[in-house]
């Protein structure tokens, strides 16, 4: 499967550019499944467990065997030394009582006694070929399973002809050994066959054949109810895996192609899932995406509209210095042409500073993305602006006045440059505003868990149409009798962005004392700080 991590547009004609390709790897789909059938593995590696649980079964029954048959054969030798008539009764009660064939080997290697003789068969080895079809499947499982997990291979079982002690390769090892020896085999059935043979005194050999046929049939019944949990853990990690990739897979494939299709341009058709229903990880990003979605689609309204308020500030000087510029050649009139290369210079100068407003405007968002915010004391900063005012000319008629706060009081994260910017266009435009003699008051404060910083002048007030405007790029309201062009109607604007750029807020109003407006005020809120 592949994997979520590149989108692409598709190469192919025709088809919809918002369909994804998916890049080789493996797909979350595919971890999940991994991750659950990891488990499943884990138990089918009981399995091997299992098998190896079986060869130390069969160990243990054939040391059993072999400690039967050293027993059997030391109280046979003794019974051939005090009642040798007896033995035939002995054999045929050792026989009864373990449920295996019991036979005895003379030195020359034939048969002289056979409990089977004496009780009849104890136990009985089948034909595959006349058992039922599950037999078969049974014997089949149980060799693809043995030979997946490389279990030991025995020898096959079968009854020698003619019946002498060389056809048991046990018998001659125990003769040779003067020792007990086992063997393990295979009955054509798959019946596990144990035999062991131990020396007798006078040289003969005791020979025992059991048949371990519980063992086969523990260990299927075993590999059975194994495999029917695998089964049941192997469906139940499947439902899983399902259910997982339908609640995460599915849901973040949609943001996805969501996603894509907005960076391909396509953001006002494409409506982003929110997921409102889900209060997990994948419902808040899909939220969060949708918000940006918006963000980003504001964003876009806001440059489209910014470019074309561009267009038209600085096409409007460009249109006098054209008019200017064309009368120049035609006028002969000393005096007019002066007046005429006046309107040129103050053109120029109205272009020269809109493209100065318009360049640190269209910056402002990317350094204020890429500032790092500082311990800022607002009380001594503007303390330091205010006596730098105090010595400008600019100020002639209008008196500053700034109320200090206490030290340490007034303290903001943020950057300073910009916060100063933000105070020096306020200040700067409610000097503008003042009349001569007029009073500009300047106070910080923190209330509760805000820092208040508030510019009043006793200019005119702001009209009442033009307070909810008064913060859009290039509008403009200015005192009577002052040049037209000499501000480009961005420093409020650009205030404005400044402060929401440190979480903040800012808002102009008029003063009104006894129902008449006695000014503007303009209050900047910033979070505080400890």
């Known amino acids: 499967m592949a994997s979520a991590t590149a989108l692409t547009r598709s190469s192919e004609g025709g088809r919809d550019d918002t369909q994804l390709r998916w890049s080789r790897g493996w ?12 488990a499943v593995l884990m138990l089918a590696g009981g399995i091997i467990y299992l098998d190896s649980f079986r060869e130390r079964m069969l160990e243990r029954r054939a040391e059993e065997a072999g400690v039967a ?24 009660r050792f026989g009864k009582t373990t449920d295996a064939r019991l036979r005895i080997y003379d030195r020359q290697g034939a048969r002289v006694l056979d409990s089977w003789a004496l009780t009849g068969p104890t136990f009985t080895l089948r034909d595959p070929n006349a058992e039922p079809l599950r037999k078969d499947v049974a014997r089949f499982l149980d060799r693809l399973i043995e030979g997946a997990v490389g279990a030991r291979q025995f020898a096959r079982f079968a009854e020698p002809t003619p019946d002498i002690r060389s056809a048991w390769p046990e018998a001659e090892t125990a003769l040779a050994g003067k020792s007990v020896a086992t063997a393990i085999r295979f009955a054509p059935d798959r019946t596990i066959v144990i035999t062991a043979a131990a020396p007798l005194a006078d040289g003969s050999v005791l020979h025992m054949t059991i048949d371990a046929r519980d063992v086969t049939r523990g260990v299927r019944d075993e590999r059975l109810t194994l495999f029917v949990i695998f089964l049941g853990v192997l469906l139940l990690s499947l439902l899983l895996s399902s259910f997982l ?7 973040l494939r949609r943001l996805a192609i969501a996603a894509q299709r907005v960076r391909l341009g396509r953001a006002r058709e494409v ?31 806001a440059t489209e509209a910014f470019a074309a308020d561009v267009a038209h500030e600085i096409k409007n000087p460009l249109a006098s210095l054209r008019s200017a510029v064309d009368a120049m050649g035609n006028v002969k009139d000393p005096e007019l042409s002066a007046r005429l290369l006046t309107v040129v210079r103050d053109d120029v100068q109205r272009i020269d500073r809109l493209i100065s407003d318009i360049s640190d405007a269209s910056r402002l968002d990317a350094e204020l993305s890429r500032v790092r915010f500082e311990r800022i004391d607002l009380g001594v900063m503007l303390a330091t602006l205010m006596s730098i005012y105090e010595t400008q000319p600019a100020t002639a008629g209008v008196t500053l006045a700034f109320a200090r706060p206490q030290f340490g009081s007034a303290v903001v994260n943020g950057d300073g440059s910009r916060l100063a910017q933000v105070a020096r266009n306020l200040i700067d435009n ?3 505003f003042s009349p001569s003699g007029g009073l500009v008051q300047v106070t910080v404060a923190r209330v509760g868990e805000r820092v208040l ?23 403009s309201e200015r005192p009577e009798g002052e040049a037209f062009g000499k501000h480009s109607g961005l420093g409020l604007a650009i205030a404005k962005a400044i402060v929401e ?9 008029n003063r009104i004392e006894r129902d008449e407006v006695k000014g503007a005020r303009f209050t900047v809120s910033l979070p505080a700080t400890q």
Request: proline share 6%; no cysteine; aromatic share 4%.
């Open 271 to 301: 409506t982003i899932p929110r997921f409102q229903k889900r209060r997990d990880e994948i419902g808040a990003l899909s939220r969060t995406l949708s918000d940006m979605t918006a963000a980003l689609r504001a964003r876009i309204d």
């Open 501 to 509: 750029a440190h979480d903040g807020t800012i808002a102009a109003e």
């Open 453 to 475: 910083m508030r510019v009043d002048d006793d200019g005119p007030g702001l009209p009442a149409e033009g307070i909810n405007r008064i913060f859009e790029r290039f509008y």
């Open 27 to 38: 797909s979350l789909t595919a971890r999940i499944l991994a991750v659950n059938m990891f």
């Open 245 to 251: 990739a339908r609640t995460i897979v599915r849901p």
């Open 69 to 92: 048959a050293d027993l059997m054969a030391a109280a046979v030798s003794e019974r051939m030394l005090q009642a040798p008539n007896r033995l035939a009764p002995m054999l045929e």
């Open 430 to 432: 409610a000097i503008s």
